[in-house]
């Protein structure tokens, strides 16, 4: 009878905590149960906002600051005077579900106590062996006190300042450190508690950043397919519903098509390449190649352009062999971008100048030209995906925005690094280092 009545208990008890009750949407949260026991049910949403409140509110705050609402749950996990407290965090709708249960509710469980300490309909055989349970426990507490006074300075203060420490984590303040000066354990747990909290917040901060990236990806690509497309669209339906349009007019409107088309052929061609590129799966066809000979090779394939162009030229590159592992083809496709983008919007007079070089055990490859130059706040930021630097600048010239970024992709996979020095007026130096 005794082991029917604590399964009883029991499984009332589970049903009125957070996590039993949770539901993913909260507008489904039954709380009758909660309010059977003259208890409260309320929904904080991701912005620190009360958005759905039942029953008793002790709390009485609509808007949280987050600050305010750390400190609540701070709070929430010690003894209340008047309350007892179970909350949840939902990860998938992003919202904390708080229940709440004043002291003089009939509570069943010896999770909850009434304010006597003393669980609700106990039957007396387990009412005396609480009361002795309870009494060398009380003892065992006395002599923890005396002892925690005695050891405070060594023990308890670092500890305390551990657990504030894990309490604002909780809380979602990944900013949080803990300072001791401790070399014994708790410095080695202090050390490990501080590095896991700014792993922590590199990992929240680059979560962040990827979901902005993505969405501005997404509308970067949006914007650029439909300009091409509209005048497709437009151009299309005017030849398709007016039959007296000259012959040289017809040619003109056919060209445009053409041109757009070949336009968002091409947006959605790199996009694939640098798709492909990003995932695990792709990998280089990489062979041990003289470096300073595929350079005067891909330059001599450009010369004609070069000077076609109107453009002036130098290269200095080594009349020796320095062999480097690289994917020629992809490789060719690195440096391209960044010659004709050179060529594209430069005038006609410009210097291009190639310059390979040793450093230590790296190979450095200078591709300079002294032309318009870029703002230099864009050194970093040009390697991003659509970044440029005039919004018209592609249209008119037929790029996709994404050459950079592949050369940067390219680059990275070799185990390299590229990096731009820039400014208005005083040309580009793209510095490209290969192992």
Same mark, same amino acid.
């Given at each position: 009878l005794v082991s029917l009545k604590k399964s009883v208990k029991y499984e009332q008890v589970k049903?009125?905590?957070? $996590?039993? %009750?949770?539901r993913d949407d909260y507008?489904?949260?039954?709380?009758? #149960?909660?309010?059977?026991?003259? *208890?409260?049910?309320?929904?904080?949403?991701?912005?620190?906002?009360?958005?759905?409140?039942?029953?008793?509110?002790?709390?009485?705050?609509?808007?949280?600051?987050?600050s305010q609402f750390t400190e609540f749950l701070t709070s929430s996990g010690r003894n209340q005077e008047d309350y007892y407290y179970s909350v949840k965090y939902n990860d998938k709708s992003d919202f904390w579900l708080i229940i709440v249960i004043p002291h003089k509710s009939q509570f069943l469980n010896g999770i909850f106590f009434n304010r006597a300490g003393i669980p609700i309909a106990?039957?007396?055989?387990?009412?005396?062996?609480?009361?002795?349970?309870?009494?060398?426990?009380?003892?065992?507490?006395?002599?923890?006190?005396?002892?925690?006074?005695?050891?405070?300075?060594?023990?308890?203060?670092?500890?305390?300042?551990?657990?504030?420490?894990? $309490?604002? %984590?909780?809380?979602?303040?990944y900013s949080a450190?803990?300072?001791? #000066?401790?070399?014994?354990?708790? *410095?080695?747990?202090?050390?490990?508690?501080?590095?896991?909290?700014?792993?922590?917040?590199?990992e929240k901060n680059l979560k962040e950043r990827s979901q902005d990236?993505?969405?501005?990806?997404?509308?970067?690509?949006?914007?650029?397919?439909?300009?091409?497309?509209?005048?497709?669209?437009?151009?299309?339906?005017?030849?398709?519903?007016?039959?007296?349009?000259?012959?040289?007019?017809?040619?003109?409107?056919?060209?445009i098509i053409i041109n757009n088309s070949s336009r968002a052929n091409s947006l959605i061609g790199d996009l694939f390449e640098l798709s492909k590129m990003e995932s695990s799966d792709f990998k280089l066809k990489l062979k041990s190649v003289d470096i300073c000979e595929y350079l005067r090779e891909l330059i001599a394939s450009l010369?004609?352009?070069?000077?076609?162009?109107?453009?002036?030229?130098?290269?200095? %590159?080594?009349?020796?062999?320095?062999?480097?592992?690289?994917?020629? #083809?992809q490789m060719d496709r690195a440096l391209l971008n960044i010659l004709n983008n050179a060529l594209k919007y430069n005038k006609p007079g410009t210097e291009i100048k190639i310059v390979l070089k040793k450093l230590f055990n790296k190979v450095v490859i200078e591709i300079q030209d002294n032309g318009i130059g870029l703002p230099k706040v864009l050194s970093e930021e040009i390697f991003e995906p659509f970044k440029r630097v005039?919004?018209?600048?592609?249209?008119?010239?037929?790029?996709?925005?994404?050459?950079?970024?592949?050369?940067?992709?390219?680059i990275e996979k070799h185990y390299g690094h590229i990096s731009l020095k820039t400014d208005i007026g005083e040309g580009c130096k793209f510095i490209i280092e290969l192992e």
């Open positions: 049903e009125l905590s957070a $996590t039993e %009750i949770m507008k489904d949260i039954d709380a009758s #149960k909660i309010l059977k026991y003259e *208890g409260g049910v309320q929904v904080i949403d991701k912005n620190y906002k009360m958005v759905f409140s039942r029953g008793i509110n002790p709390v009485n705050v609509m808007q949280f600051s987050k106990i039957d007396n055989f387990i009412f005396i062996m609480f009361i002795g349970v309870l009494i060398n426990i009380t003892s065992l507490i006395l002599g923890l006190i005396i002892y925690s006074r005695v050891t405070s300075n060594n023990f308890v203060k670092p500890l305390k300042k551990l657990l504030s420490g894990v $309490t604002r %984590i909780a809380g979602g303040d450190r803990v300072e001791l #000066k401790s070399k014994n354990e708790f *410095g080695d747990l202090k050390d490990a508690f501080n590095i896991m909290a700014e792993k922590i917040e590199i990236n993505r969405r501005k990806l997404i509308l970067d690509i949006s914007h650029d397919l439909k300009n091409p497309l509209s005048s497709i669209m437009g151009y299309s339906d005017l030849l398709m519903n007016n039959k007296d349009i000259s012959e040289e007019e017809r040619d003109k409107f056919l060209k010369i004609p352009q070069i000077e076609e162009s109107g453009f002036k030229y130098c290269f200095e %590159i080594p009349e020796e062999k320095r062999f480097v592992l690289i994917d020629e #083809k005039d919004s018209a600048r592609n249209s008119q010239t037929g790029g996709t925005g994404l050459g950079l970024a592949i050369t940067k992709t390219i």
